[in-house]
């Protein structure tokens, strides 16, 4: 069962930035397409940022300008970097294929004060 794991979240004031790892067990890592979702409470989890094997992004309106995504597929982890947060940013943030086939991790809480 292929394991993700994520990490680098916490509490930051809105304007600041915060660099997101996930980490997968799964050999076959480097031909997924790969995306960070995020989870708000109340809210469904959707995708933000995801990137092909070749290391093509594609984001969602929210975090365009703001977030990017990038991968290291030598070390199985894609990455993402959050610069100029907003409190609407705040969300517990996972990484998986998309379309997401693999088991959830446990996610990262990112919280943004105003």
């Known amino acids: 069962q292929v394991q993700l794991v994520e990490s680098g979240g916490g509490l930051v004031q809105a304007g600041g930035s915060l660099r997101l790892s996930c980490a997968a067990s799964?050999?076959?890592?480097?031909?997924?397409?790969m995306g960070w979702y995020r989870q708000a409470p109340g809210k469904q989890r959707q995708p933000v940022a995801t990137?092909?094997?070749?290391?093509?992004?594609n984001y969602a309106d929210s975090v365009k300008g703001r977030f990017t995504i990038s991968r290291d597929n030598a070390k199985n982890t894609v990455y993402l970097q959050m610069n100029s947060l907003k409190p609407e940013d705040t969300a517990v943030y996972y990484c998986?294929?998309?379309?997401?086939?693999?088991?959830w991790g446990q996610g990262t809480q990112v919280t943004v004060s105003s």
């Open positions: 990137i092909t094997s070749g290391g093509f992004p």
């Open positions: 799964e050999s076959t890592f480097s031909i997924n397409i």
């Open positions: 998986n294929t998309i379309p997401a086939w693999w088991s």
